[in-house]
C-alpha cells in the first residue's frame, strides 16, 4: 500500500535541517586540508617510490602526521615459508624498487634470513600477551632508529593485523593489496 497524500514517508523534516546539513557540510569542508599542488605532486611521487597507492600513502600520511621511512613485512607477506626459500620474483622486483625506505622483515620460526630486506628480527611468538607483542614490535622498529609509527606493516594474516595494532605502527596493508600488479 503506497502512503496516501500528505504522508511524508516516515521522513521527518524538522526546522533548521537545511541549515545544519550546510554548516556540517561546510565545517567538514573547512577540516580538510587544502594543499599546494606542489605538495600533491611531491606526495604522489613519494607515493610511487613507496610503491603505494597515493590514496593509501595520503590516508597513512594523515592518520599518523608523519612520512613513512619503511616497511615491516611478515615473512607469511613475502610467501617465504621456510628457510632458504626465495619470495616469489614479482615480490623481490617490488623490495628492490623501493626508494628511501626500509624492508624490515618479521621472520616466523624456523626462518633465519630473507635476501633482499634491510633487516631480519624474528616475529612475535603467537603466544605472547599484547604488552610483550608490543614491547618486542617497537623495540624492532627502534633498532632501525625510528619509532614504529613511521613503518606500515605487511602481511598476510589477522594475527599480523593485530601486530600493527599492538606496536602503534602506521598501518597495515594485506600483502594481496601491497603486491597488486596496478595501483590506481
Not at 599542488?37 to 602526521?65: D, F, H, N, Q, W
Not at 614490535?137 to 632508529?145: F, H, T, V
Request: hydrophobic residues 45%; contains cysteine.
Amino acid at each position: 500500500m503506497t502512503p496516501g497524500i500528505g504522508h511524508n514517508s516516515g521522513r521527518v523534516a524538522e526546522p533548521g535541517q537545511s541549515w545544519r546539513r550546510h554548516v556540517w557540510t561546510r565545517a567538514r569542508a573547512d577540516l580538510l586540508p587544502k594543499l599546494p599542488i606542489e605538495v600533491v605532486r611531491i606526495r604522489v611521487k613519494r607515493a610511487a617510490e613507496l610503491g603505494l597507492p597515493y590514496r593509501t600513502y595520503a590516508g597513512v600520511r594523515a592518520s599518523t602526521g608523519h612520512d613513512l621511512v619503511g616497511f615491516l613485512f611478515s615473512s607469511n607477506a613475502l610467501r617465504v615459508l621456510r628457510d632458504g626459500q626465495d619470495m616469489p620474483s614479482d615480490h623481490r622486483f617490488k623490495l628492490a624498487a623501493l626508494t628511501d625506505a626500509q624492508r624490515v622483515g618479521l621472520l616466523h620460526e624456523g626462518i633465519s634470513r630473507i635476501a633482499g630486506l634491510d633487516a631480519c628480527h624474528p616475529a612475535p611468538a603467537p603466544t605472547l600477551g599484547w604488552a610483550a607483542m608490543r614491547d618486542h614490535l617497537k623495540s624492532i622498529a627502534a633498532a632501525q632508529g625510528k619509532p614504529a609509527d613511521r613503518f606500515l606493516m605487511i602481511g598476510d594474516t589477522m594475527l599480523e593485523r593485530d601486530w600493527a595494532e599492538a606496536a602503534q605502527s602506521a598501518g597495515y596493508l594485506p600483502a594481496a593489496a601491497y603486491f597488486a600488479a596496478n595501483h590506481p
